[in-house]
């Protein structure tokens, strides 16, 4: 792995390289390589799934044995969400590896879509805000988003998953390259 210049973490082609994940050339970095998100958001991510289906598989199976349902039902609802969570933890990991950005002279490339993929090109010179969020779950995990806030209201550049001092990091250049582009018009 290589390491961009002012980049916040170990630059990676991911899925671009080949393989059922490969982006092809529409989701090719323009000139770099993606930065991925922290593994600490991953493994986030996966707690979540783990505890969150979990509770929802103990909530039917309690409520098709309380609706009058036989062992076998309650057995085929736990089955049934136990498939799901295998299939939804497994899936964060593909989809953990699509998320990533580029940071160019101009402007800043963000990637995600598992199934609809999306790659988002912000000019920083169209930056508005830089928003930094971080809820009490992420703060738990040391993890941040970064949101570019443009004049278009479609535009959504947001970057979840990176480390609080990165996101720091990235908002506090982000701002100075916005500021720069500006200055420039």
Request: net charge positive.
């Amino acid at each position: 792995m290589s390491e961009l210049p002012g980049a916040l973490g170990p630059a990676t082609t991911g899925p671009d390289a080949s393989g059922p994940d490969s982006l092809g050339p529409l989701f090719a970095p323009p000139t770099t390589s993606w930065i991925p998100l922290s593994p600490r958001y991953r493994e986030l991510k996966h707690r979540l799934v783990l505890l969150v289906w979990s509770l929802w598989m103990v909530l039917a199976a309690v409520a098709t044995q309380f609706l009058g349902g036989r062992w076998w039902a309650t057995g085929l609802v736990v089955v049934v969400f136990a498939v799901w969570i295998g299939y939804r933890y497994q899936r964060i990991d593909r989809v953990y590896r699509i998320w990533g950005y580029a940071e160019r002279d101009t402007d800043l490339y963000v990637r995600s879509g598992l199934l609809f993929r999306r790659l988002v090109a912000v000019p920083y010179g169209r930056m508005q805000v830089v928003e930094v969020e971080s809820g009490p779950i992420e703060r738990h995990f040391g993890l941040a988003s970064v949101k570019l806030v443009t004049a278009s209201a479609s535009t959504d550049a947001r970057i979840p998953g990176l480390d609080a001092t990165a996101a720091a990091t990235l908002r506090d250049r982000l701002t100075e390259k916005g500021e720069t582009q500006v200055a420039g018009l």
